[in-house]
């Protein structure tokens, strides 16, 4: 766990800022042109939109550690966020009377939307892959049965990636 919130999140932020930069910087080259120069309300946009989705991440617990990956759940927080990021923006855009094209706006919000959900599906993968390989594990202690543990054990060893390990066992006879 302390490797996950030391390491592995801010990674995975930067990442994603990465991500959301990306998509603002094709947005603008694709509405403008690849020799067209960024006005400064893109670039406030830009400015905005990066330092606010780590913020609205650590404050909603968007990298916090789960186990078990619900899709559901998590492009709902995605959305929830990008959501929110959004009504920023567009608060922005609103009250500083910004000259912006919709579209640019829109292909910026379309395609930091799709990145991000991209780089969601791609941080699942690593963390299933670190997690099959004994990496980023946490330990269990099982009190049962001698017959329970092996079904539990086998259990544990077909599904790595859930990243749990067995280290202890207290046999109970009933």
Do not use: C
């Amino acid at each position: 766990m302390k490797r996950y919130t030391k390491v592995l999140v801010p990674l995975f932020a930067i990442s994603e800022m990465l991500v959301i930069a990306i998509a603002g910087f094709i947005a603008s080259f694709l509405r403008y042109g690849i020799e067209s120069q960024i006005s400064v309300v893109h670039e406030a946009i830009l400015f905005i939109s990066v330092l606010m989705w780590p913020v609205l991440s650590s404050a909603t617990g968007y990298f916090r550690d789960r186990r078990t990956w619900n899709i559901f759940r998590s492009l709902t927080h995605l959305t929830f966020q990008w959501t929110v990021v959004s009504f920023i923006l567009l608060a922005y855009l609103v009250l500083g009377k910004s000259d912006i094209s919709r579209l640019t706006l829109s292909l910026f919000l379309i395609l930091g939307y799709v990145f991000l959900i991209i780089t969601s599906i791609i941080r699942f993968q690593f963390l299933v892959t670190i997690r099959a390989r004994g990496m980023n594990q946490r330990t269990l202690a099982f009190i049962g049965s001698d017959k329970e543990h092996s079904v539990f054990n086998g259990w544990l060893r077909e599904n790595p990636s859930f990243g749990y390990g067995l280290k202890y066992f207290v046999d109970i006879q009933l």
